[in-house]
């Protein structure tokens, strides 16, 4: 478990899983990103590949075939890793519940670890709920699979 925490606590590449929504919590990953808000300061950097994440974000929703690659994707994902999903669709589904082709939130099927509301959640929110996983790793309290 020490080695978990360890690995899970320098610094981390980050892979942003992207399903199909409205696209703003997309951007809002994207302008945290950016020297105005500098999420590498943390030592977060964002990755092209899934196989060098450490934390995946998770936005959206997956309709049934997008699903399956989802997790087939998340299969490829190095352990130890952090999923967070980003916005109320990861958690609920939000507006695309009644879509016909939505099956179920991405939290049925995925482990996420925490989730980060809102819809959008801003840029703040989402710096913050890594901090705060990252501080709840180093002191050894469990990532609560709650809205932080």
């Not at 199909?20 to 809002?28: P, V, Y």
């Not at 819809?119 to 703040?124: A, G």
Request: charge should be neutral; proline fraction near 7%; hydrophobic fraction near 45%.
């Amino acid at each position: 478990m020490n080695g978990t925490i360890n690995a899970l606590t320098r610094s981390m590449n980050v892979f942003h899983l992207a399903g199909s929504a409205c696209n703003n919590c997309d951007i809002e990953i994207l302008d945290a990103l950016t020297p105005k808000y500098d999420l590498e300061r943390f030592g977060m950097t964002l990755v092209g590949s899934i196989r060098h994440a450490d934390v995946v974000l998770v936005s959206g929703i997956f309709n049934r075939k997008a699903a399956i690659r989802a997790q087939e994707v998340l299969a490829q994902t190095p352990k130890p890793y952090l999923v967070l999903g980003i916005g109320a669709c990861p958690c609920t589904g939000l507006m695309f519940r009644d879509s016909y082709n939505w099956d179920r939130p991405p939290s049925d099927y995925m482990n996420i670890d925490a989730f980060v509301p809102g819809c959008p959640p801003k840029p703040e929110a989402i710096i913050a709920a890594v901090v705060k996983v990252i501080e709840g790793l180093r002191s050894g309290a469990l990532v609560p699979r709650c809205l932080l």
